[in-house]
């Protein structure tokens, strides 16, 4: 039992950390690396989508 609690320690942190960067890397485009100030909001929701459709897409393919 305590190695399922220390490995769900583990993921947890690891997913707070990768949204954490991720959220920051939107940050960052949003606000200097593109020519125009987006919302990070809008560059959040495009990496997202875009993220999403690939899964969908893979999974319809997986299932052939």
């Given at each position: 039992m305590g190695v399922g609690l220390w490995q769900a320690r583990l993921l947890v942190s690891a997913c707070g950390f990768t949204?954490?960067?991720l959220?920051?890397?939107?940050?960052?485009?949003?606000?200097?690396l593109?020519?125009?100030a987006l919302p990070?909001?809008?560059?959040t929701v495009v990496a997202g989508g875009?993220?999403?459709v690939?899964?969908?897409v893979r999974e319809v393919r997986r299932r052939r």
């Amino acid at each position: 039992m305590g190695v399922g609690l220390w490995q769900a320690r583990l993921l947890v942190s690891a997913c707070g950390f990768t949204g954490a960067f991720l959220l920051a890397g939107a940050d960052v485009t949003a606000q200097h690396l593109l020519p125009v100030a987006l919302p990070v909001g809008f560059v959040t929701v495009v990496a997202g989508g875009g993220y999403l459709v690939w899964l969908l897409v893979r999974e319809v393919r997986r299932r052939r």
